[in-house]
């Protein structure tokens, strides 16, 4: 219980001072979209290629893995359909399928899986199947939809994820751990280092949106961000669970990895990509905000259920 309270507090500190920097106006008018250009443009595409290349896929394929990409397909593809259903947009139900399927598995879930699971490598499978899979698929949606974006031919649709810095780089990342290559520590050490930009620039990132989050929002934004929650905070962890338990009949304590791998927050990233791409940035923010104060006592009540 304590790694729990540990990895919440280092994340809290980092919000805390997103959010002074943005209620002290210390960046600017422009601070937020410039940290959030840095990030997504190099930050997050170093991380990405760093992350993937120096592991194998195979990695994914591991059962605790396997239940924690079904889950989050599941939740993913229910909120896609209640968005077509409530004709919530295509752009906007993208980062609500986002927002609950992405769960924080860097900045929280790695010092989270050190400190109460003991390895940092059960969160591995969940950001290898995040970062190869989900993101690029996203990011291409979101291009393809921009509203302002001119009547695009044959060619311009197909190219659209080649025109994406963090769809490249977990493209590139994937050929290279697919192919077995090696890469030399001249080459990973350099993007290693830029990519310890991206956690904190995205925790900061979100802090600074939070300046101005009104807890009341529109039916809009109500009633998808409620169906979000209700889907990363309580559906996800019990099907996570009654997959475990049920169909893959895992001993208690992988039950216990693959539940609380379910009951981690909304990622921070999805909060940069609703910024970046200016559309379900309430959304984002909520959901990440209040999956983030219920993962508290969830991962507590879970610690102490499994023992």
Known sequence: MDGVLKGFFVVGMVLLVGYILARTNALGPHGTKVLSTLTFMVGLPSLMFSTIASRHISEVLSQTGLISVVTALCVMALFALSGAIGRWGVRRTTIGALATGIVNS??????????????????????????????????????????????????????????????????????????????????????????????????????????????????????????????????QPALAWLLAVFVFRLDTFSTFVVTACAILPTGQNVVLYAVRYGVGQNLAQSTAVITSALAVPLLLGAAWMFG
């Open 106 to 235: 860097t900045n929280l879930g790695v010092p989270l899986s050190l400190y109460i699971l003991g390895s940092a490598t059960f969160v591995t499978p969940i950001m290898l199947f995040q970062l190869a899979l989900v993101t690029p698929v996203a990011l291409t949606i979101l291009d393809l939809t921009d509203p302002e974006g001119k009547r695009a031919s044959v060619w311009s649709i197909l190219s659209t994820p080649l025109r994406n810095p963090v769809t490249v780089a977990a493209v590139l990342g994937v050929i290279v751990s697919a192919a077995g290559i090696e890469l030399p520590a001249l080459v990973l050490d350099p993007l290693k280092l830029v990519a310890q930009l991206t956690v904190p620039l995205m925790l900061i990132i979100f802090g600074m949106s939070l300046h101005g989050l009104s807890p009341r929002q529109s039916t809009a934004d109500r009633v998808p961000t409620l169906f979000a929650v209700i889907l990363k905070s309580a559906v």
